[in-house]
Every structure is written in C-alpha cells, then in structure tokens.
C-alpha cells in the first residue's frame, strides 16, 4: 500500500482565496482524520469521519472551515477564504476501528502533509 | 475526558547516551498508548503501542516504553542515543475499544523535541 496520500505537498495562496487540500486513505482503513499542526498550538484535530460520516467537527476553527469525505478512498479539506493565520501544515491520517484489527495495527497512518501559506 | 502530559518540550542528550521522553496520562478507562515520531518536514510514524498484554512494549530503532498503570506513565526508552534520533516525539492516549462510542481517537501530547549532541 502507498500509505496514505495527501496532495499538495506545499500550498501558497493569497489572503482571500480559496484553498482545498486532498487526502487519499489507506485502503480498507475507515476512520478518517485531518489535523492542524503549527508552532503555537502543536497538533489539533479539526475533524474525524468514520466509515464516510463526519462524527466530531468540534475542532474545526471557523465556518470557513469544511470537510468532506464522498467515498471510502478521499476526502478533502477546504478554507474559503484562507488567512494568513490559517498558515500550518495539515495532516491527513487514517486508520481501522480498534479491535477489528486482528494484526493489531493499531493506530494512525500519516500522511505526509500540506504546508500551508497565505500571504 | 483523557489527556496527555509531556515532561519537557525539549530534551538534549549525547550520542551514546540514554534516552528518557516523558509522558503521564489521565483516562477513566484502560487506554491504548501510543509513541510517535515526526522527523523535519515528514508526517508522524508509529514507534510503538501498548493495547493489552506485556506491559514493555518494543517498537522500532531501538526504542520500547513501559505501561505503568499506578503511575499512569508511559514512558519511552533508548539505551543509546543516535544521531538520526533527533526528531519530535508525540506520546498519545485512546480509549480501549470497549468504549465503543470513542473509535479511533486519537488525544496527542504536545511532543517533546529530541537532541541529540555528537
């Protein structure tokens, strides 16, 4: 398996525009999860899916923030309109149920990130 | 609610010698634990897990980290320090899977950055 893909690598945008950030998980996996991670707050979780269906978005900052997960194999995360404090570097990462793993993997796969930043 | 306590934002050790991360939680239920690592501009790769069983888990490079329930640490290890081992580290807590309703989630600390000094 590829692990799990997110695309762009680095993104930069101006104040404003509109950005979307892409993640594929791994296949069969069916949590779901996007994080924010800068400097100042570390990683926060913004929102998680489970099996396609949103279940927490109580991380998500502002209503310019949203989510979406249309099928099992991608979701994306898009900020319209961007700020220049919405500057971080996003991190999808998946992973089976616990306990339905029987060759106890456990945990999160990561993917590699965006880097984000509006100028 | 469960959370997680790193000791030490960063840590400086010499090549050779031990290394010692910090990390304390607090869960009403048994928990899952988790080492991650996050070297320069990468994403987070596990190091190790505890789920159930042996309470001294061994994860990869060398690392391993004890469950211990009364002192609800779960500290990670290294007898001998590498270079390449300078990176972040991010200790994390999840419910065990007999909270149903809690999934796979994840609760990370704030990571503790490594050293490591030639």
């Known amino acids: 398996d590829a692990g799990v893909i997110q695309s762009p690598r680095h993104e930069v945008t101006e104040m404003g525009q509109e950005v979307t950030l892409r993640c594929k998980p791994i296949s069969g996996h069916d949590y779901l999860f996007w994080y924010r991670q800068t400097m100042m707050r570390g990683l926060e979780l913004l929102i998680y899916?489970?099996?396609?269906?949103?279940?927490?978005d109580s991380g998500m900052p502002e209503d310019r923030f949203s989510a979406k997960m249309p099928n099992a194999s991608f979701s994306t995360l898009k900020i319209q309109p961007s700020e220049p404090r919405d500057s971080a570097v996003y991190f999808c990462?998946?992973?089976?149920?616990?306990?339905?793993?029987?060759?106890?993997?456990?945990?999160?796969?990561f993917g590699s990130g965006t880097r984000l930043t509006v100028v | 609610a469960q959370s997680v306590t790193q000791l030490g934002s960063h840590v400086s050790v010499s090549e050779g010698a031990l290394v010692l991360l910090r990390c304390n939680y607090s869960s009403s239920v048994p928990p899952y634990l988790f080492w991650y690592v996050q070297y320069p501009n990468q994403g987070l790769q596990l190091l190790l897990k505890y789920t159930t069983g042996a309470t001294l888990v061994k994860g990869i490079n060398g690392f391993e980290a004890e469950f211990k329930k009364s002192e609800t640490s779960f500290h990670l290890t290294k007898p001998s320090a590498h270079m390449s081992d300078a990176a972040e580290y991010f200790c994390a807590v999840s419910p065990a899977p007999a909270i149903y309703n809690q999934g796979g989630k994840l609760i990370f600390g704030q990571g503790t950055e490594l050293s490591v000094k030639p």
């Open positions: 899916f489970n099996n396609n269906v949103p279940i927490d």
């Open positions: 990462a998946s992973s089976f149920s616990w306990g339905t793993d029987t060759t106890l993997n456990y945990g999160y796969t």
